[in-house]
């Protein structure tokens, strides 16, 4: 202490009796109040003393009759565990003529007054041996009981704040400090259930939330009974006080769910009430070797469900970490639906899963790893939409997340999409599936270890009549070094395993198809086991004769293999008058030309032409493009071989790169071209261009379909679209007839530039188009494409309802 601050100090004594008992009481952290002073101030102040600017402050307050909470509101607090707000809120809502940290520590104490929300002298007494007559609680506290590392409060649970915020394992006498300057200001809770970011938005929208908000969790249990914002989406404090009968306040509701009513399994909202079916969903986790505080996290999200008819079954796989035997016989213990079966030697994650199946007795089982989490109202909406669909197997959108919880990215997945399921393993987690289709198909194998739950959706899914996709994030799966989350590198074993758990389905299916490795691990080719040479008639249009890139056609014989296509040029730019049928050579290719005057439109022509034609198959090629790539046709072909496929449509590069993304629509655009092709490609982008899948809607540029097939259809109707969305239109008459549409990325046309369908010029046809297009998708009622998924538009702020009025023309309000 330097001489001035030393005199200042020994005067400020003298004079000052407020400041002469802090000072002697020791209590006021001056760190802590500098801080919380330049965060509300943007100026810490007398730095030299801040005790005295406290002093002064509370005087100035108090001389002023400001003696509300609300006016103590913007002054810092003098310690983490005094909160003037809450204080004065909770014993003295009238206000109180004197300092309250001063009368706190003077009687409030000797009343059983609690200082702040964080800190309940009855709490810390029960483990820390401190009595009335040991003095003042917080001043023994800051003297001793810090020390030992656990909490004065039934509201701040220290375990679950160092579990979720792992980095912070070395301030364990500090912690509440910390989230008070720290961690409640980037959304941390120290709280399990309460949100931060939800209570804060409830505050918002209820006009609330105007003056700034330091410290989220203090401020609800300082205010909830007179401002009735949530503390989270799934907790209705309300709904629960009238259930629970414990006579506790509002404000206590929360704390008394998460310490008690979990365990006695009450309704935390009216939505877990009303279900009509409430079934009893197994969650089943193999175990070995986890981080205690990731395992604690994962129980905990299962623990801390809105949904409570659930059970835990964990199988141990002979973890060599003895804290792991002790910390799950710990949860078994405090709770009758945590179920813990220890394997007396290792048998890999499907032996392990298999051994927690036979733990489980719900109609339904679901699949949790042990360093992963659910979201708290995850079971919740899974048992929500089997009320609503009945459905045989669920799965959910996902996040991926570091140690403390930070998400590193988003997987958001399509409605179920066989196709890209034999492509790769798009669905991972949340699973939920009816118990008795998993026992069907024998659980889990262990010649597929590394690749078993792929094995398993593919199994099931043979097995399902009705699969649905929550497009919501139900599931956190935790990033690690080891972990093909984040490092597809790892585990080669694993990359075979799955390559042959699709070889092992298509052979179920009896399809003959096999799967073959491609540049990515984990993602797979399926591939005609015999070569297929079907009778194809190849259509290239868009271009006159003189147009048609000799590339193009050079690299279409390349490319088809033994077979031997018929090759007809649709050209949009020869008169009328001209002679039909007339054959020219590119290439040295005889190609027959057939002209389609302007005024046709190209959707009439092809009609001409695909009536005359006596091929199986057609296929439709973009005249401008310059160049197939290598073994189109066998690209093209092989999906044909999957069950009710109907149209097989081609990848299209723009020297290079694969143009525009589509993959967030862009709603202030009602050109018709961009709305056509955000229709043909939004799908494609968000499920990936380099994996084979199912499509709502086919594409100009590279297509083929059976012609029979086409003609029952009555093919393209051109008095409706005579131009841009015949194609459109046709692919849904295909879907609602119940056939497939594919999507390949294993044949593929090349463009030099990214460059517009060359349909038309008439731009007022297109508009008209477009006008009757959507009024069919109105009168279809099927305008959300099923492999698009609604997470999308929330991550990138666009409203759902006005997404679907941009998709059907019709504009929404406001």
Known sequence: MNIKKAVLVFLRVCINKEYRQ????????????????????????????????????????VQQDSRGAGDWSQQADPHPLFDTSYYLLRYFPEGLQENPFLHYLSSGWKHGFCPGPFFDPDIYGSWSGWRAEDGNPLCHYIRLGQQQGKSP???????????????LAGLKNEIIKHYKLHGASIGKSPLPLFDPEFYLGSLALSGLGKTPVLDPLSHYLCRAKEEGARPAACFDPEFYLDQCGAGISKGEALCHYVTKGVFDQLYCCRRVAELKDKPLISLLVPVYNPDPAVLRNCIRSVLYQAYPHWELCLADDCSPRPEVRVLL????????????????????????????????????????????????????KVVEELNASGADLLYSDEDLIGND????????????????LFSHNYITHFVTVKKSLFEKVGGLDALYDGAQDYDLLLKLTEQCERVVHIPEILYHWRASETSTSINHGQKNYANEAGRKA??????????PLGALHTELNFFYQLRACRKVEPSVSVIIWGADAGECHQNLVSTLIEGSGAAYPEYILVSTKRAASEKLNQRVAIADVQVRVVSCPPAEGIASALNRVIGQLESEFVVLIDGTAQAMSHDWLEGLTSPFL??????????????????????????????????????????????????????????????????????????????????????????????ESGKRIIYTPYASLVKTSISSLPLTD?????????????QKLRDRKISFDPYYSKGLLADHKIDEASFLGWLEGQKQSG
């Open 405 to 420: 919880g930070t998400v590193l990215s988003v997987f958001r997945k399509p409605g179920f999409n066989q196709a890209l």
């Open 762 to 774: 008439d731009v007022e046809g297109l508009i008209a188009e477009k006008a009757w297009f959507q």
């Open 502 to 511: 699709l070889e092992a389905a298509m052979v179920r299916r009896q399809i």
């Open 22 to 61: 802090l000072r002697l009481l020791g209590v006021f952290d001056s760190g802590y109040y500098l801080s919380l002073q330049e965060r509300l101030t943007g100026d810490q102040g007398d730095t030299l003393d801040p005790l005295w600017t406290y002093v002064k402050t509370a005087l100035t307050a």
């Open 153 to 167: 409060s039934l509201n701040f649970d220290f375990q679950f704040y160092f579990d979720t915020n792992p980095i």
């Open 329 to 380: 016989q710990e949860w078994s213990e405090k709770d009758t639906r945590i179920k813990v079966t220890f394997l007396s030697e290792n048998n890999g994650i499907a032996g392990a899963t298999n051994s927690a199946a036979t733990l489980a007795t719900g109609s339904y089982v679901g699949f949790l790893d042990n360093d992963d989490e659910l979201t708290v109202d995850c079971l919740l």
């Open 642 to 735: 999957l069950e009710d496929v109907a149209m097989v449509c081609g990848r299209v590069n723009f020297d290079g790169s694969d143009g525009p993304s589509y993959l967030y629509p862009q709603l202030s655009n009602e050109d018709a071209l961009y709305f056509h092709d955000f229709l043909q490609s939004s799908t494609r982008h968000m499920a990936g261009l380099h994996c084979l899948q199912d499509v709502s809607y086919g594409n100009w540029q590279l297509a083929m379909f059976r012609r029979e097939e086409y003609l029952d259809l009555g093919g393209f109707l051109a008095q409706e679209f005579p131009h841009l969305f015949a194609m459109a239109d046709f692919s849904c008459r295909l879907v």
